[in-house]
């Protein structure tokens, strides 16, 4: 997972393979904010129903105050 290298949104998400050799996709986030920042990365997760994988809500970098929100359908 890496934040795509644009200067013009710092929004882009890809999402590569384990060795990073092919992208699986690429995602458009909205900006997220969180009133404290904590001193590691942190991601929360949505709920899903019983059987799927895990749903990422938000990311937020370390001790930052704004993040990544992802829609989850």
């Excluded at 929004?11 to 009133?35: C, G, M, W």
């Amino acid at each position: 997972m890496k934040l795509a290298d644009s200067d013009a949104d710092r929004r882009i998400l890809q999402l590569f393979n384990a060795d990073e050799s092919q992208l699986v996709t690429t995602i458009l986030a909205t900006a997220a904010y969180r009133p404290e920042p904590t001193g590691d990365t942190r991601f929360t997760f949505a709920e899903v129903p019983a059987g799927q994988p895990p749903a990422i809500s938000t990311w937020f970098y370390l001790g930052d105050n704004y993040g990544l929100q992802f829609s989850v359908r």
